[in-house]
């Protein structure tokens, strides 16, 4: 009468009373293009559960419960003490007082699929998934050992209370212990099992990611033991510093301008002067945007401050920030060179007293808006269709990149200046220039640098040819 529908082990007592261990079949349906009919199979799915069952000698069937989500695969008597082997979890259950199921030990090995006697006394476990061979040393006494899956805290923890539920017969033992580790699987660098837990408390097991805990059950005088219902751990994880993974820094560039007046001569009666503006490219602000993680998943707030080199205290750009960038204004923001400093806190995810946070320095970095400048003209000369100068160009924190001149405000015909020592590396430059094939009248000499910063500045000269 049973609701399973095969029987799948059977065992009988010295009272004559037959146990069985009944399992669920399961439909399988052929493929559409076959055209034999469905037939049925057993099945030791992890979602089945099998039932025992004793028939008494009048043939009347009464129900023992049910091993949750596993298949009873064999049967056996040891001592007037029926032992159920199972599938898929490797459980070894016994019989207890009141017709009870008492969980005995978990093997390794995903199947159970035969106990048998040994002369020296206990019991040959056979297994299945991996194969193998096992002794289970059983007396009146004797109960078992179940341990646990690791708990995984997902990273270090300190261990609470350890509390359970369990129903557990008089005169039974029973007491656990737990271990901890690193590593998804116990191994040497675990600690080692605990003393005795017997009443309940907190974990004596060190700090760390995994832990362990296994029951140690003894019997009664009638071989009952106890059966575990419920264990409870309670863990707290261990504040982890946030970690500041990357940072850049770029720039929004706007232009600056600049302006001079200076007087200059020419060998002739008539006067030369020169004018000079710099239309500079100098940062007025710059854009940081940064990664940066949480091993708690904690949220985090950040603070940016700075400071220029040579100096010991950071000044502060914005604190309390949420967001994973900022805007630095550099209005006001002398020329020079500087750093930077993130700060990454959980500090409004955990107390002040565990609170933690990450740092980040930036390599140094140039502000750098001034335009070069000619500081001198010297050696002009000029004959009746050429003009010689030589000029001295210098920027006060950048070398010098590039150079050109031009005539008369000639764009188009602009050429690229070459120093005197023939290569642009410093920020100090000088020039000689030399024009050609001139109309008398008067003329411009325009020169415009341009330095590593992308500033540009110019100066422009005057003078007249007879």
Do not use: C
Not at 42 to 68: A, F
């Amino acid at each position: 009468d049973s609701e399973k529908d095969e029987v799948k082990a059977l065992a009988l007592d010295s009272d004559g009373n037959l146990f069985a261990g009944i399992i669920p079949t399961v439909k399988v349906e052929p493929p559409r293009d076959t055209p034999t009919p469905g037939g049925s199979r057993s099945s030791n799915s992890s979602d089945m559960s099998s039932e025992l069952v004793r028939i008494g000698p009048d043939g009347n069937p009464v129900s023992l419960g049910t091993t949750d989500k596993a298949a009873i695969n064999t049967l056996h008597f040891w001592d007037d003490r029926l032992l159920i082997g199972t599938g898929d979890e490797g459980k070894l259950y016994d019989l207890g007082e009141y017709d009870k199921l008492n969980l005995i030990t978990t093997v390794e090995s995903k199947e159970i699929l035969a106990i048998i006697p040994r002369k020296s006394g206990g019991v040959w476990i056979a297994t299945g998934n991996p194969s193998e061979i096992l002794v289970l040393p059983l007396g009146t006494n004797d109960g078992g050992l179940y341990a646990s899956e690791p708990l995984d805290a997902e990273s270090t923890a300190q261990w609470g209370m350890m509390t359970w539920v369990a129903d557990q017969p008089e005169g039974a033992t029973l007491d656990f212990q737990t271990r901890s580790g690193n590593t998804k699987e116990p191994d040497d660098t675990w600690s080692d099992w605990s003393d005795a837990i017997t009443e309940e408390g907190v974990v004596p097991s060190p700090s760390a990611r995994f832990l362990q805990w296994r029951a140690r059950f003894g019997g009664n005088d009638k071989g009952a033991t106890a059966q575990v219902k419920e264990v409870e751990i309670v863990y707290q994880r261990l504040n982890q510093a946030p970690k500041i993974e990357s940072v850049e820094i770029g720039g929004s560039k706007s232009s600056s301008t600049s302006s001079k007046s200076s007087n200059g001569s020419s060998s002739s009666s008539s006067s030369s002067s020169s004018s000079s503006s710099s239309a500079g490219s100098g940062v007025d602000s710059i854009e940081i945007d940064w990664k940066a993680s949480d091993p708690n998943g904690d949220d985090l707030v950040y603070k940016l401050s700075y400071r220029q080199v040579g100096d010991t205290l950071w000044k502060e750009i914005e604190k309390d920030i949420t967001a994973t960038k900022e805007t630095w204004n550099l209005v006001g923001i002398p020329d020079g060179d500087y750093e930077i400093q993130l700060k990454a806190s959980d500090d409004q995810a955990n107390p002040s007293s565990i609170a933690l946070e990450d740092e980040w320095t930036s390599e140094t970095f140039r502000k750098d808006s001034t335009a070069p400048k000619v500081t001198d003209w010297k050696d002009q000369s000029k004959s009746e269709k050429s003009f010689s100068v030589e000029a001295i160009i210098k920027d006060e924190l950048s070398r010098l990149v590039e150079a050109d001149v031009m005539v008369d405000g000639k764009e188009d015909e602009a050429r690229p200046l070459l120093s005197v020592d023939g290569i642009l590396d410093e920020s100090e430059e000088e020039f000689q220039i030399k024009i050609e094939g001139l109309e008398s009248g008067e003329h411009s000499l325009t020169i415009r640098a341009k330095d590593e910063a992308g500033n540009i500045g110019s100066d422009s000269l005057r003078f007249t040819l007879p």
